[in-house]
C-alpha cells in the first residue's frame, strides 16, 4: 500500500476522519424518551443540539441491532435491525440524516465475532450435525478425557467450549457461551458478514468501529494456551491466567481484516476502526501491510498507562514507535469497558488528559460523559448489571460504574428519563451534570469545547509534525508544527506550579484554567496547569 495512503497530511490532504473529533455514545445510557430507563435513539436524536455545540464531529454508536442484551448488545440476533428497547430502523435514518445535516458522521459497532445464540444461524447450526450452517459455528469433539477439547478460557470465565446436549458436541465461546463464535474460515460466513457492513454503508453509515477484532480464528489444530508467566493466584482474574496465544491475534485473522477493509474500501470515504487486543507493540500491524486493514487501530495506551509526566511521555513514545511510519495515529480515553479516566487520575489532572488528547497529533476519541468528568458510579452489590462483574466477581472488573447513565441536569434523574434509570446515577449528580457545566465557562466541559474549536481552528493541531520534547520536574512538553506556524504544548502534572521556560516571543492560545490569569504568559504554570502556546518567529 502506498504510504500516503495512510496519512493524507503527507500529500497535503487529509481525510476526514484524520481531521475528526469522535465521540462514542452507548445508546442505553444517553437519553432515554419513553421512561422505560434505557436511552434510546430517539432520546439520542433530542440530544442532537448538545453535540452540535459540543463541537464533535462524528458518532461511534455502540450496538443498536436486536439483541437479548446479555452483553450490552453485543450479542446481536439480527445483524441488519434495530433493537425495539432502541427504536426502530426508520427511526435509525432519522437519526443519521439529522447526524449528517448538522456536520455530524456516523459510525456504527460491528461485531463479526461472535452472535447471540438466538441469532437463527445459531438455532440451525444446531439442529443436527448434518445442518448447513453447521460448520458457520466453531464446532469440535471433546478431548480424550471426554471434557471441553482444550484449555482455552472464556473472557467471561469458565472454559470456552460449551458442551450441545442435542448435537453431542462443544461449541467455541471467546466471550459468554450465550455469544457462540462464527467460524471464520468459512466462506459463507465471511460473504454473509460483508453483505451486512454493505448494507449499513448503503444506508449512508460513514464506517465502523469492530469489535473484538483480533480473535476472529482461532488455531486451526486446537492446541492448548500456554500459563501466563505474570499471572499472580491472588490479584489476576481466572480468565486471564493463560497467554491467548492460540486465540488471539493469529495470522489468518489479517486475512479477514484486509477482507472487511475491501468491502469498505466499495464505499466512497468511509473509515474502519478496530478494537484491537494485546499490547501496544502489536498495534502497528493492524493497519496492514501489501493490504490494508484498519485506518484506525484503538490505541488505549493513555488510559492504561501510569499518570505521571515521564510516564505519559514514554508511552506516546512507545506507541508512535510501534507504528509503522506513516500510520495515523489515534488516542482512546474513555469506553464502555474502561474504568473512567477522571476517577483514576481526578477532576484538576482530567483537565490536562482533555489537553493532551485533543492536542495530539491524531484521531482523539472520548466516551460520553467524559467531557464532564464523570466519575465511575458506585453500584451496590444488588445493582450489578454486568455479566463480567457475575460470572468473575470481585476482581474489580464491573463495567456498569462507566456505563452509569449521562447527568444532562441537576434532578435525581439526571434529565436521562421519567422512569428508574437501569444503573444508578450516582451521587454526584447535582455537581457534575451537563446543564451546569455549560453555564459556567470554566467546567470542564467548557474547556473540551473550546479545545475542539482551537483544534478546529489550527492546522497545526489537526495536521501538524509532532515533536516531543524532554518532559522534566512534572512537566510534559510538546510541539506540534506546520511550515507556517509552531505551537507548543506544556502540561502540569504536578499540583504545585512548574516553571516554564520558552524560547521565543509567544502567545497563550488556552489555559486549562480558562481564567483571566490564563491568557497572560507567565514563566510559570500553576498547578494542574496546562498551555497551549503559539510561538512566534
Ligand atoms: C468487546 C466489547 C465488549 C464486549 C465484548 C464482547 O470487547 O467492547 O463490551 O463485552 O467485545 O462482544
Ligand atoms: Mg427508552
Redesign the pocket.
Known sequence: MPAREYDGSRCGQQAWWQQAVVYQIAPMSFQDSDGDGKGDLRGLIDRLPYLEWLGIDAVWLCPIYPSPML??G?DISDYCDVDPLFGTLGIFDELMTKLHARGIRLLLDF?P??SSAQHPWFVESCASRASKKRDWYVWADPGRDGGPPNNWLSRFGGSAWQWHEGSGQYYYHA?LCE?PDLNWRNRAVRDAMADIIRFWLSRGVDGFRV??SAVLIEDELLRDDPPDPEFDPKTTPPPQRLARRFTDDRPECMGCLEELRAVLDEFPDRVLAG?VQGEVDRIGHFYGNDRPRFHLPLNFALLDCEWSALAVQATIDGYLNAIPAHAWPDWVVGG??KPRIAGKIGQAQARILAMLLLTLKGTPFFFAGDEIGMPGVHIPKTAVQDVFEKLVPGYGLN?DPERSPMRWDGSPKGGFTSGKPWLPMGDDVVERNVLRQQKDTRSLLSLYRSLIALRKQEPALRSGDYLPLRACNDVLLFKRLTAAETLLIALNFSSEPRRLDVEKPARVLISTHLDRAAAKLRPMLRGNEGFVLKLNG
Open positions: 452483553d450490552f453485543y461485531v465475532n461472535h466471550f455469544q469489535d473484538a478494537e464502555h469497558d463495567r
